[in-house]
C-alpha cells in the first residue's frame, strides 16, 4: 500500500514511470497495428465483426489514454507541480475502463486480442495503484476497506 509519505517516493515515481513506459509502448503498437497493420484482417470480417473490431479499438484508445492521464497526473505529484491531495480530485482520478467481454475478444483476430488484453490488464494494474492513493489518504472502516479489497480482486 501506498502511504501519503512514500507517494513522493522514489519507488512510486520509478513503478510510475515504468507503467508509463509500458502504457506508451502499447499505445504505439495498438496505434501502428488498429491503424494500419490490422487493416486487411479488419476488411476480411464480416460487417458485424467489423464494427466489434472498430469498438474494440477505440476501447484499447480509452483505456490507455486514460492511464497515460492518470500516470502524468502522478508524475507531476512527484514533480511537485501539483499536491497528492489535488491528484485525488476526481477529474484527475483513474476512470473507468470500457469493458470487453470474453467472447467478444474470443472473436477478433490473433493479433487484436493480445493488444485488447494487455490494454485490460495495465488498466487494472493501475486502478489498483489509483485505488492504493485514495485509501491511503482517507482511512476507510475495517468494513469499508474489505469492500475495496474485494472490489480490486474481482
Not at 472473436?107 to 485505488?131: C, G, N, Q, T, Y
Amino acid at each position: 500500500m501506498v502511504t501519503g509519505a512514500s507517494h513522493d517516493s522514489r519507488i512510486h515515481r520509478r513503478l510510475t514511470e515504468g507503467l508509463y513506459v509500458e502504457a506508451m509502448l502499447l499505445a504505439d503498437e495498438a496505434r501502428g497495428y488498429f491503424d494500419d497493420g490490422g487493416r486487411l484482417e479488419r476488411e476480411a470480417l464480416d460487417p458485424f465483426a467489423r464494427v466489434a473490431f472498430s469498438c474494440e479499438s477505440l476501447k484499447v484508445t480509452t483505456r490507455l489514454m486514460h492511464v497515460i492521464a492518470w500516470l502524468l497526473t502522478q508524475h507531476a505529484v512527484s514533480a511537485g507541480e501539483i499536491a497528492p491531495r489535488d491528484a485525488l480530485d476526481p477529474a484527475r482520478r483513474l476512470g473507468d475502463a470500457p469493458t470487453t467481454d470474453g467472447e467478444t475478444a474470443a472473436r477478433m483476430p490473433e493479433r487484436a486480442r493480445p493488444l485488447i488484453a494487455a490494454s485490460l490488464d495495465l488498466h487494472r494494474r493501475v486502478a489498483r495503484l489509483d485505488a492504493a492513493l485514495e485509501e491511503a489518504a482517507e482511512p476507510l472502516s475495517p468494513a469499508r476497506s474489505m469492500q475495496q479489497r474485494l472490489k480490486l480482486a474481482f
